[in-house]
């Protein structure tokens, strides 16, 4: 191996578990369902490409306990490890695309919330999971609680910085001693800087470091680059957890700037696994002239909003 992409081919233990390079596959809808054989192809597919992690896609934390199982999920879990990557799963609160705001959950919506990701800790352990991520960035649910422009609770789940943040530190807690008894990993994403949600780098680092005290093992901030590859990243590497950036890191030079520069742990490349699951075992063979390059089309995009299989335009697979 070419010393010069070193950086993204070095291992990482975290905890008891050992990722077996730097390159992640971020999660991303991609609508074959995750108890089906479709998902196992595509999922254990982007596996045997040679990334060290999978975080499965947001999945909606109500199915938990009723369409997906501990048994129905383990094929998926099988077909990643066969791969040769650690698997986890992104949990997202309620439906995805459902209008629900901070205002409109009630203190017993908000019990039922604990209970779901405790049942979907639950069974993620039981299917065999390495790790498990509450979805927190993108504007969704957690990440207007934590927002001081669209959380406007009057409760202890509102107001100043600790009441916004506590929704997502009960999360943590809840799922915790989940993950320990299981030998799961907590991963937490999080947007570090959001103008439109009233809310910089500062809070954001307030928010990881609770979320690092609670019990996460591994940050991942997504968006992660405004300026160069990682900057928003890099100021979280001090909480002592590895950080994973992403964001146009397919190129590689970028991906290696980030890992250099020692502004992230770890990279995941989304939309360019998505156009070559082959990409690590390219990069790593110096074969980085074959890799079918994503050109940001958002063919994948259009799919995942049509409810369609997501694809390619470069390349259908
Ligand atoms: C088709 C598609 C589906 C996505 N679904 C999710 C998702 O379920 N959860 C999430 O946090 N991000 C999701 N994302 C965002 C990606 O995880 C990633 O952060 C984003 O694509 C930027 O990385 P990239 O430039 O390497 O593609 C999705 C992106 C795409 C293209």
């Not at 991963?187 to 954001?204: E, N, Q, W």
């Not at 490349?269 to 074969?287: C, N, Q, S, T």
């Amino acid at each position: 191996m070419n010393n010069s992409i070193a950086p993204l081919f070095a291992p990482l233990q975290v905890r008891h578990k050992t990722l077996r390079n730097r390159i992640v596959l971020p999660p991303m809808v991609v609508n074959r369902g995750l108890a089906t054989p479709a998902a196992c192809e595509w999922y254990g597919r982007r596996a045997q490409g040679g990334v060290s992690l999978v975080i499965v896609e947001a999945t909606n934390s109500i199915l938990f306990g009723e369409e997906l199982t501990g048994s129905n999920l383990r094929p998926l879990v099988e077909a990643i490890h066969d791969g040769g990557a650690l698997a986890a799963i992104q949990v997202f609160p309620f439906r995805r695309g459902q209008s629900t705001a901070p205002a409109d959950l009630s203190p017993e919506d908000i019990s039922r919330l604990l209970a779901q990701y405790r049942l979907a800790a639950d069974i993620c352990a039981a299917a065999g999971f390495d790790g498990i991520q509450p979805h927190g960035a993108h504007g969704y649910l957690l990440n207007q609680f934590f927002s001081p422009v669209r959380n406007q609770r009057t409760d202890g789940y509102g107001g100043d910085l600790s009441g916004r943040m506590r929704l997502a530190i009960e999360i943590v807690e809840t799922i915790r001693p989940i993950a320990d008894r299981a030998g799961m990993l907590v991963l937490y994403r999080h947007t570090p800087l959001r103008d439109d949600f009233g809310y910089g780098i500062p809070d954001s680092l307030i928010l990881a470091e609770a979320l690092v005290t609670a019990g996460v093992d591994i940050l991942d901030l997504s968006p992660s680059s405004g300026g160069a590859p990682g900057d928003r990243a890099a100021p979280f590497t001090r909480l002592g957890v590895p950080v994973i950036a992403v964001n146009g890191l397919d190129r590689v030079p970028r991906a290696l700037e980030v890992l250099e520069h020692g502004r992230a742990d770890l990279v995941a490349v989304g939309r360019g696994l998505i156009a070559d699951p082959d990409w690590p075992i390219k990069v790593r063979e110096g074969r980085q002239d074959e890799i079918v390059v994503c050109v940001s089309c958002d063919e994948c995009h259009a799919d995942l909003r049509r409810g369609v299989a997501v694809g390619c335009a470069e390349w259908r697979n």
